[in-house]
């Protein structure tokens, strides 16, 4: 969840430099879902982990994918 989450910052930078007010508002959202999984974490069963740890494995993939490439 860490690493979603610090795509998640670089995405919402990025956003933000840009205007793109629809994407930072999905950033942020997914930003606070991740906070509040990450408290469901604390009380979850084995299963609902491995649960969890292969949708935000599928989340980071995504994020990286999408994420702005750096002008050289």
Known sequence: MGA???AC???LLHARRSGDQRRLE????QQQKCVED???LRDAAPEEI???AAVYNELLNE???SEPQAEG
Request: hydrophobic share 45%; no cysteine.
């Open 4 to 6: 979603v989450l610090s």
């Open 9 to 11: 910052n670089r995405q």
């Open 26 to 29: 999905e950033l942020k959202a």
């Open 38 to 40: 990450q408290v469901r």
């Open 50 to 52: 491995a649960r969890i």
């Open 63 to 65: 994020l990286e994918a």
